[in-house]
């Protein structure tokens, strides 16, 4: 059984990663278009985004455009430099950091983004990592989530484990939900879909337990003037 990577290996491997993404800043990537879509019906001006896992800036600086002040943390100095010298903004802050013992002291977002990034992190490292995105977010706090889907991950390591990243893990839909709902997020919007081929990807929005609650509350009591049934 091989020795699971040190937070260092993992670091090299990233720094070692960018002479691949940093092609994404020169050609289209599909898959980013279809997350700024996403991003743009859930981004809004003026508000506090955490981006967790930001490599290059790509997504970071998208959501700076659609008004947003953006913190961007990733593992890698080599990717954050980068990022820093090709996805700069005034009103972006990058930051050198493992996301699962990130601290942010008393700040907190109004939307938090994990976009290519909770299947990079391994399975025991995940309760520190949703301790630290419950410490990071307020009652109106946005969760948007874009993950590989697991029956990808398991079939690639089986048949392709040569194509999967140093740490690529399969994290199911109940997985996900459970791990949320740990920190009373509910799952309000999933999309599965596929870039190259069906079932490659899904998409996540979760907000606070309390806030679909207390819109049920104001539905049924009669503000909105709606009926149930």
Not at 4 to 20: A, G, H, I, Q, W
Not at 81 to 104: G, K, M, Q, V
Not at 127 to 142: A, E, V
Not at 154 to 178: A, C, F, H, V
Request: net charge positive; proline share 3%.
């Amino acid at each position: 059984m091989s020795s699971k990577p040190t937070t260092r290996e993992v670091r090299n491997y990233y720094d070692n990663f960018l002479s691949y993404l940093k092609y994404d800043h020169v050609r289209e990537n599909t898959r980013h278009i279809r997350i700024k879509n996403d991003l743009k019906n859930i981004i809004k001006e003026g508000m506090k985004v955490l981006d967790l896992g930001c490599g290059t800036g790509i997504t970071t600086k998208y959501i700076v455009e659609l008004g947003a002040k953006v913190t961007g943390i990733d593992i890698s100095p080599k990717l954050i430099e980068f990022a820093r010298e090709n996805s700069n903004h005034e009103n972006i802050e990058y930051l050198i950091h493992d996301i699962t013992d990130f601290n942010p002291g008393k700040k907190t977002f109004d939307a938090i983004c994990l976009i290519d990034i909770m299947e990079h992190i391994p399975i025991e490292k995940i309760p520190k990592l949703i301790k630290n995105i419950k410490k990071c977010s307020h009652k109106n706090t946005i969760i948007y989530l874009n993950i590989p889907d697991a029956r990808l991950q398991l079939w690639m390591k089986k048949n392709k484990p040569g194509r999967l990243q140093i740490i690529d893990e399969g994290y199911s839909i109940t997985n996900i939900l459970d791990w949320f709902k740990s920190i009373d997020f509910e799952l309000i919007n999933i999309k599965v879909y596929g870039i190259d081929f069906p079932l490659q990807y899904i998409s996540y929005i979760f907000v606070r337990k309390d806030i679909i609650y207390h819109n049920y509350k104001k539905y049924t009591g009669g503000e909105s003037g709606g009926q149930c049934g």
